[in-house]
């Protein structure tokens, strides 16, 4: 049975009533509070204090401060009034436990119109939180269904401009033949005429030599000389065509077996093309060309849409896996939204692709080196970023921002290690 508190303290105002519960020695913290219009009980073994107030009092606006081993409560009154007594006097043990028990009823029901609003508020927000977001989803949905459309308009009027460019090129090069073959009958025609010319020169010598005799057939046959001369040929130019070489390098400074390797696997790559898969079924045509996916990835990146593009690359890679640029376009889309780890995996298996090493794909070397050390230091692994932003400097050592930022990674280092 807990102990009652008798020695508590009250003041009041007209419309205030202000009670300090001094309970000693015990956790007030841990109180049991129960608090309604006309009753006030605090619980807090081994003490309890009871109050069966003198008048109604707002139980919502009053609150109750706990600390320093005392509970103090301010009632705020429902009507405005100096109060004789706190407590309700000739209350018997009969209308004490009325009180009480209405009290409890008026505590449950409030409760449980709490709990009932709780829930009704919960069930809003997540009515309002469910319509946003069918919202924006249908919204996101209209603009990639309008981007896929703009992009269809546009890759369909590129293929109408390529067309209608390779039939006039075609028409030219009719054009040209038929010029060509006009002119060499021209000339045929031309042969043709001095081969007759010459003939009948001959025929008319050899009459004139038998008439004249010997001396005037010397003085024919210098005259002969002299008509057999022929023309000077006319002016023109001579194309000459060099066999075309696939690396920049001089051939004497190639590594012909690397080169050779490098090219047997980009052709490799080009056939490595992966369309079996069930869902690729419903893809256009040019939906399944990797390198149109990568085009389009590529636009999309510069358009700052780096979701979209990501998904361009991954569907390019699900058709061919083998296409270096396709990895390193996707990790420069990572690193743009800090997903560092996915852009050092996409670097590396760039890297992986990248070889051997040779002068046609240096510069996708540095970038995927630069990349990958750029995604290490964001992580603050400062060495490892180092290590590939020397790696790309030894691709490109001119490149004097790659030597900057190279620079201010040692400095870092230094930093770090001076304060540790």
């Known amino acids: 049975m807990p102990l009652q508190v008798n020695d508590y303290t009250w ?18 913290r841990d109180a049991d509070v129960f608090c309604t219009e006309n009753y006030l009980k605090v619980n ?26 005392t509970i103090l409560f301010t009632l705020h009154k429902k009507e405005a009034a100096m109060w004789e007594t706190l407590s309700l006097s000739g209350v018997d043990k009969e209308m004490m436990q009325r009180i009480r028990e209405k009290s409890i009823l008026q505590a449950q029901e409030k409760a449980k119109e709490a709990v ?23 919204e996101e949905r209209k603009k990639i269904e309008g981007m896929k459309e703009n992009e269809r308009i546009k890759a369909t009027k590129e293929l109408e401009a390529w067309k209608e460019h390779q039939r006039k090129a075609e028409e030219q090069r009719r054009i040209e033949i038929k010029e060509k073959l006009h002119q060499q009958g021209k000339q045929i025609e031309e042969e043709r005429k001095k081969l007759k010319r010459k003939s009948l020169t001959r ?10 005799g010997r001396n005037s057939e010397n003085i024919f046959f210098e005259k002969l000389k002299e008509d057999s001369i022929p023309a000077p040929r006319s002016v023109g130019n001579i194309k000459i065509n060099f066999t075309p070489r696939v690396f920049p390098t001089a051939l004497r400074e190639s590594q012909v077996a690397e080169e050779e390797e490098w090219l047997h696997k980009q052709a490799e790559a080009r056939r490595a093309m992966n369309t079996e898969i069930p869902e690729f079924s419903d893809l256009k045509e040019e939906e399944k060309n990797p390198e149109w996916l990568k085009d389009k990835g590529n ?32 990790a420069a889309c990572h ?34 080196h630069v990349r990958r050390g750029t995604a290490f230091c964001q992580l603050e692994l400062y060495v490892e970023g180092l290590q590939d932003y020397e790696a790309a400097l030894k691709i490109d050592p001119s490149n004097k921002i790659i030597q900057n930022d190279a620079e201010k990674i040692r400095n870092i280092i230094q930093g770090t290690e001076l304060k540790s």
């Open 335 to 368: 690193l743009k939204l800090k997903n560092l780890h996915k852009a050092i995996e996409d670097s590396s298996k760039a890297l992986e692709l990248l070889t051997p090493p040779v002068a046609d794909n240096a510069n996708a070397r540095m970038k995927a």
């Open 116 to 138: 009932e609003a709780k829930v009704a508020a919960r069930r809003e927000d997540q009515k309002y939180t469910l319509n946003v977001m069918m919202k924006i989803e249908e």
């Open 44 to 69: 807090c073994p081994p003490f309890l204090f009871e109050v069966f107030l003198y008048a109604p009092i707002d139980d919502e606006s009053s609150k109750a401060k706990i600390g320093n081993d």
């Open 203 to 212: 025929n008319s010598a050899s009459r004139y030599l038998d008439t004249n």
């Open 299 to 330: 636009k999309l990146f510069a358009t700052e849409n780096y979701l979209a593009a990501i998904n361009a690359y991954n569907l390019a890679i699900r058709l061919n896996n083998k296409i270096p640029l396709l990895y390193l376009n996707r």
């Open 11 to 28: 003041q009041q105002t007209e419309t205030a009533v202000f009670i300090s519960v001094p309970l000693r020695g015990v956790s007030v």
